[in-house]
């Protein structure tokens, strides 16, 4: 599995875009990137993942440097209920698809 | 969406009894369930790999005689922290992946926060 670092902890204000940064510099050309988060006390929430390209779903966007060595998620418009443990994983099928949790950001949007 | 139910989502047992946590898939088949451990303030640690109808796969420095792990069905697997102690009490967390592309995401359970007293 890629090793990941985010920062431990960020801010953001409410309604304002999180951009959450992750640096992946081994990761394997088969190797996606999934970002997860947890919310205190509950387990994990998928939110998105990607291989090369650029991602989008309803939660947020999923930006992939074009080297693969670092990317960024992207909640376009913060609310209070956001405020999580975001984690960002280098994973792939070959390595039994299993997922290694890192420490992860903690992201604390404030009003 | 794909939905992985837990239970109990909390228990607590006497030091040197068995606990059984239970893992379903609610709406999918899942050949595959990974079984993790979540002590305060530190990150997800992955226990095993559970895959249907053979023996689990045990992350390195994790009992297997300790933590049973049985995955009879497509949509079942159980953990069973045996003689727990209070050690063991931690927040375990299951996850599964459907049968659709290889590359599909882990969907979670909401944990079981195990007290041994």
Not at chain 2, 55 to 64: D, F, L, M, R
Request: contains cysteine.
């Amino acid at each position: 599995d890629a090793k990941t670092t985010q920062p431990p902890s960020m801010d953001c204000a409410e309604g304002r875009a999180a951009n959450l940064p992750c640096n992946h510099s081994t990761i394997s050309g088969n190797e996606y990137v999934y970002w997860y988060r947890q919310i205190h006390s509950q387990g994990p929430q998928y939110i998105i993942h990607g291989l090369k390209n650029n991602e989008t779903n309803e939660m947020a966007s999923l930006i992939i440097t074009e080297d693969r060595k670092s990317s960024t998620l992207i909640l376009p418009h913060a609310t209070l209920r956001d405020t999580a443990v975001y984690y960002c994983i280098g994973a792939s099928y070959n390595q039994g698809g299993k997922l290694i949790f890192g420490q992860g950001t903690e992201l604390s949007v404030k009003p | 969406g794909a939905v992985v139910s837990q239970h109990p989502s909390w228990v607590i047992c006497k030091s040197g009894t068995s606990v059984k946590i239970e893992c379903r898939s609610l709406d999918f088949q899942a050949t595959t369930m990974f079984w993790y451990r979540q002590f305060p303030k530190q990150s997800l640690m992955l226990m095993a790999t559970s895959n249907e109808g053979s023996k689990a796969t045990y992350e390195q420095g994790v009992e297997k005689d300790k933590f049973l792990i049985n995955h009879a069905s497509l949509t079942l697997s159980t953990l069973t922290v045996t003689s727990a102690h209070p050690e063991d009490s931690s927040f375990y967390i299951c996850s599964a992946r459907g049968t659709g592309s290889y590359n599909s995401p882990l969907h979670f359970g909401n944990g079981t926060r195990l007290t041994v007293t």
